[in-house]
C-alpha cells in the first residue's frame, strides 16, 4: 500500500523560507512521477513542482519557478520541496502526490495523480 506523508510546513514572514518533506512507502514502481500541489481556499488544486523519480526530470508551475526547488533522495525515498521568498499568494495547504508510473513526462494535471498525502499547511504573513 502505497503511503505518502508531507512534514516541515508552518508559518513564516513574507520573504522567507521553508523546506517541505514527503516520505514515501509501500511504492513498487521504479518509473513515476511525483511531486507537489497546492490548494488555497476558494481555488482549485494546483501543481506547482513535479519530478519524474528514475530520469530526475523536473517541471516547475510559472507561479513558483525560480523560487521554489524540488529534490528527492532516492535512498531514503524522500521527496523535498524547498520555497525561497515565500509570499503571501504562497499561502495554502501543500501536497505530496504520486502517479502510477510509466509516464516519462510528468504533467501539473491533479486528476492524473493516484495518491496523495494528507497535506500540509504553509501560511505567509506580509
Known amino acids: 500500500q502505497v503511503q505518502l506523508q508531507e512534514s516541515g510546513g508552518g508559518s513564516v514572514q513574507s520573504g522567507g523560507s521553508l523546506r517541505l518533506s514527503c516520505a514515501a512507502s509501500?511504492?513498487?514502481?521504479?518509473?513515476?512521477?511525483m511531486g507537489w500541489f497546492r490548494q488555497a481556499p476558494g481555488k482549485e488544486r494546483e501543481g506547482i513542482a513535479l519530478?519524474?523519480?528514475?530520469?530526475?526530470?523536473?517541471w516547475y508551475g510559472e507561479s513558483v519557478k525560480g523560487r521554489f526547488t524540488i529534490s528527492q533522495d532516492n535512498a531514503k525515498g524522500t521527496l523535498y520541496l524547498q520555497m525561497n521568498s515565500l509570499q503571501p499568494d504562497d499561502t495554502a495547504m501543500y501536497y505530496c502526490a504520486a502517479d502510477r508510473g510509466g509516464k516519462s513526462y510528468c504533467q501539473m494535471t491533479p486528476t492524473l495523480y493516484t495518491y496523495w498525502g494528507q497535506g500540509t499547511q504553509v501560511t505567509v504573513s506580509s
Open positions: 519530478i519524474q523519480r528514475r530520469s530526475g526530470s523536473k
Open positions: 509501500g511504492y513498487t514502481y521504479t518509473s513515476y512521477c
